[in-house]
């Protein structure tokens, strides 16, 4: 068994609505996400994975604001921020990241042709850690 962890830094922006808090939260965050596979076997080059392909999948988020939006609302973009402004339609805790980047490594791992050989290659966890604390997504 091959067990593979994979880092990559991630700098994002989001507004986060608290209905315990009367002031909606713009910041941008830095966050370390790190992603942990496993698989029985390996592809043909000697590898159960390219490390740069699940950082890529990551990189891809870096530098957007997340701005949860429901159906139902019409919202103005944030100006202040300078990144790509996401509307994502889960409030963007470090909880739901963590499960949003789960479900997109576990969809490309599948779909990829590169790994289409592999098929004990899953994605066994995702921790986002962040200053004063970290978020491990790990479903059964």
């Known amino acids: 068994m091959y067990k593979l962890t994979i880092e990559q830094d991630l700098n994002i922006g989001r507004e986060l609505r ?3 808090d009367i002031d909606n939260k713009d910041f941008g965050l830095q ?13 043909d080059w ?20 997340l ?16 990144g790509k402004h996401i509307h994502c339609p889960f409030p963007p ?3 739901n990241l963590a ?8 969809l490309y791992l599948k779909q990829s042709p590169h790994y289409k ?6 994605v066994c966890s995702v921790e986002i850690q962040a200053d004063g604390g970290s978020v491990c997504y790990a479903p059964a």
């Open 67 to 82: 701005q949860h939006v429901r159906q139902t609302e019409q919202t103005a973009e944030f100006t202040t921020y300078p």
């Open 93 to 95: 805790t470090m909880e």
């Open 117 to 122: 050989d592999i098929r004990t290659l899953k």
């Open 99 to 106: 499960a949003f980047l789960w479900e997109e490594i576990s």
């Open 31 to 43: 966050w370390k996400v790190v992603v942990v596979l496993e698989s029985q076997t390996l592809n």
């Open 18 to 20: 608290l209905p315990y």
């Open 46 to 65: 000697g590898m159960a994975v390219d490390f740069s392909h699940v950082q890529n999948l990551i990189k891809e988020h870096d530098g957007h604001f």
